[in-house]
């Protein structure tokens, strides 16, 4: 969100390229809660009660 300024104040230009970080996260085969499922269990139960707060 600073970058508007940081480009005024240096002249440095910043080009804003999107990606999927999921695909650079299986490419990595860094899946976040495989093979773990009372993680998953928890982080359900954590996002329901949090929404329900």
Known sequence: M???DVARA????FRW???NVRHV????N???FRDKPVKTA???HDI???ATG
Not at 10 to 13: C, L
Request: aromatic fraction near 14%; avoid cysteine; proline fraction near 9%.
């Open 42 to 44: 928890y982080m359900w």
């Open 2 to 4: 600073q970058l508007a």
């Open 48 to 50: 329901e009660r949090r």
């Open 17 to 19: 390229r999107p990606f």
């Open 30 to 32: 860094n899946i976040p």
């Open 25 to 28: 996260m299986t490419l990595q």
């Open 10 to 13: 240096t002249g440095v230009a």
